[in-house]
C-alpha cells in the first residue's frame, strides 16, 4: 500500500471544528427539550445530528424527542435562542494557530459548513479576522445551490465542491490542479468524515471528548468513512468527479489505509507529518 501524498490544500468543517457552536446548538436544544419534560440530548442521537443538512438532522431529532409540539413551534422557540447564543461563538483550541500556520505555508484552504447562510453570518459575523483565510469564493455553505437536494453530509458532495472552487482557481492561473488524495479533510463529525473519504480526501477527525467516548473501539472504521452513514442507492453517483486513479466514485476508504489520523485537539499540528513543509521553504 502507497504512503498519501503531501498535503497541498485543506477543507475544512466549521461547527465544532473551529467554533464552539456544536455547544450551543446542544444548550439550546436542552433547554427546550426541559420545557417539555423530555432528558437532555444523549450524545447517542447527537452523534447522528452533526455535520447533517438542517431537515435531515431534523427528522432524526423529531423521531427520537417526540414532542408534543409541531416543528415549526419547536424550531421557533430553538432560533430564538440560537439568535442570542451564536454571535459568542469563538475559535476552539489551537485553530486560530492552525489557519494561520496554514495560511503562511502556502497551502490552499476552503471552507465547507453544513450551515445555512443565515446560521453562518450569526456564528462568524463578529470573527471576521479569523475566517479571513477563506475567501469568498473558497466558502461552500450548507444551502450552497452546487449541492443537490439530499446530498449534504455524509454524502461526498460539500467536499467535492469545495475543492473545485480551489481548483477552479488554480486553472485560471495556469497551476496544477489539486487531486482529491492532496486534500486534507478537518472534521469533528463521523457523517463529516464519511463525506471526506468519499470524497477521495485524507482526514482529520478531531472530535468532542463526548463524542470520542461513545464511539471507542470504532475509531478505525470512522477514520476508513465505514460507518454506513451515506445509505447509497443503487446507480447512485455523486454529482461532481472525484479523481481519476481507478477509485470507485463515492466509495470509502480502507482500514489502516493511512488517508485518515484522529487529532484529540487542533493545537500543535504535525505539518511536516502531511509533507506541508514550513514558512521558508513550501513553494507548493
Same mark, same amino acid.
Given at each position: ?10 477543507? &475544512? ?6 467554533? /464552539? ?67 459568542e461563538c469563538k475559535a476552539l483550541p489551537? !485553530? ?32 471576521g479576522e479569523l475566517f479571513s483565510v477563506? /475567501? ?9 445551490p452546487r449541492i443537490p437536494p439530499g ?5 461526498? /458532495? ?27 479533510? &478537518? ?52 454529482? !461532481? ?26 493545537? /500543535? &499540528? ?15
Open positions: 500500500m502507497t504512503s498519501p501524498p503531501p498535503i497541498r490544500a485543506c477543507l &475544512f468543517d466549521m461547527d465544532g471544528l473551529l467554533l /464552539d457552536s456544536e455547544d450551543k446548538y446542544t444548550i439550546c436544544t436542552n433547554a427546550v427539550l426541559s420545557q417539555y419534560g423530555r432528558p437532555n440530548l444523549p450524545w447517542s442521537i447527537k452523534a447522528q445530528l452533526q455535520g447533517r443538512p438542517g431537515l435531515q438532522a431534523g427528522k432524526i431529532f423529531e423521531e427520537w424527542a417526540q414532542l408534543p409540539v409541531s416543528r415549526d413551534e419547536y424550531m421557533k422557540k430553538v432560533t430564538e435562542m440560537q439568535k442570542k447564543l451564536f454571535p489551537g !485553530v486560530e494557530e492552525l489557519l494561520k500556520g496554514m495560511k503562511e505555508r502556502g497551502v490552499e484552504m476552503a471552507l465547507a459548513t453544513s450551515s445555512h447562510s443565515g446560521n453562518f453570518a450569526l456564528k462568524t459575523g463578529h470573527l477563506f /475567501d469568498e469564493e473558497h466558502r461552500v455553505l450548507g444551502d450552497d446530498r449534504g453530509k455524509p454524502a461526498p /458532495d460539500i467536499y467535492l465542491v469545495a475543492l473545485e472552487t480551489i481548483n477552479a482557481r488554480l486553472r485560471k492561473e495556469g497551476k496544477k490542479e489539486v487531486l482529491p488524495e492532496e486534500a486534507l479533510v &478537518f472534521e469533528d463529525s463521523v457523517p463529516g468524515i464519511e463525506a471526506g473519504r468519499r470524497a477521495g480526501c485524507q482526514v482529520v477527525w478531531c472530535p468532542h471528548p463526548g463524542l470520542l467516548d461513545l464511539m471507542k473501539a470504532k475509531e478505525d472504521l470512522i477514520l476508513a468513512g465505514q460507518m454506513g452513514e451515506h445509505k447509497e442507492e443503487a446507480g447512485e453517483e455523486s454529482s !461532481v468527479a472525484v479523481d481519476g486513479n481507478g477509485r470507485r466514485k463515492g466509495a470509502p476508504g480502507e482500514v489502516g489505509d493511512g488517508y485518515g489520523r484522529l487529532l484529540k485537539t487542533l493545537e /500543535d &499540528f504535525p505539518y511536516e507529518s502531511y509533507g506541508i513543509k514550513s514558512k521558508q521553504s513550501n513553494h507548493l
